[in-house]
């Protein structure tokens, strides 16, 4: 953008507020940049990562306790905000997309690295969802009994363990009804597996289904992200990765802006575009 003519207009007002309130148009000039190293600096990091997994036992990293409360409706966390960008929004019907706003789930518990790991209740169909699915309250109502069948379902498989498995740390020092389960390092696996049993016969409903997601958000990392140091890679059932890239001009005098309809051409549906500076033309994606 011409930095001068947005000046020469901004010396026309006297305050900033007459300025900002003021009916002015200010051209916007595109511009090729044909040598970018020497006009922009570049930075990238990992602002966000949802993995959705097959399989709890697949989970490499530290996870210390489990998050087992009975789950009410009023209690269960909206999920649409995280899984937005994770999910092809243009497969989705209206009435899919109507349900999948509505999606709930429950926090299973934090992990190490960040991540916390989350039991969503997610729509089987997004095509033709069950219409009780596009009511907030019928789902909050749906997805709370589904959750609460897995924990009751751990729970029974948790008391019938074989006798050795039984003698374990993890087992002896906790009652079995302990809404927060804590977890001995070399016990994960069996816990984990035993909660995947649990998930797996929980899921007979037709319509909801319970999918295991770990997320992570807000961390601007900008180390590289190994998957496989995380989880079992073959036990993946889809993976995104927010990536961030920061852009900014090595002169003072030039501002870097986004014009709308390439935006708009870009993410579609899948997001919320915000003006910058005031100016329609120009925006932020979110």
Known sequence: ?????????????????????????VPIHAAQ??????????????????????KLSSILIGVHYLNLPKVYAGGLRKM????????????CSNEGLQALRQCLGHKLAEVDGGYFLNLVGLPEDLQKPDYRL????????????????????????????PKKDMSRNTVQKQATQSERYHLRWQDIRLILDLMDQAIEKSNVCHFLQVVPMMMRF?????????????????????????????????????????????????????????SVLGMHETCNFQ
């Open 33 to 54: 940049i044909p040598t970018r190293k020497d006009r922009l600096g570049m930075a990238q990091d990992v602002d966000g990562v949802v993995i959705e997994l097959a």
């Open 80 to 91: 649409f905000p995280y899984i937005k960008k994770h999910t092809v929004l243009n497969k």
């Open 134 to 161: 596009t009511k907030a309250e019928l789902y909050g109502i749906l997805a709370a009994e589904l959750l609460n069948e897995v924990t009751h379902n751990f729970r029974v498989l948790l008391k019938s363990l």
């Open 1 to 25: 953008m011409n930095t001068d003519q947005l000046l020469e207009s901004l010396h026309e007002f006297p305050t900033i507020s007459d300025f900002l309130h003021g009916d002015i148009r």
């Open 218 to 274: 807000g961390q601007r990392d900008n180390q590289p992200l190994d998957l496989s140091e995380i989880v079992d890679t073959s036990s993946l059932t889809a993976v995104t990765v927010h990536l961030a890239v920061k852009m900014v001009s090595k002169s003072a005098d030039t501002h870097i802006l986004f014009p709308r309809y390439v935006l708009e051409e870009q993410v579609g549906v899948r997001g919320s575009l915000f």
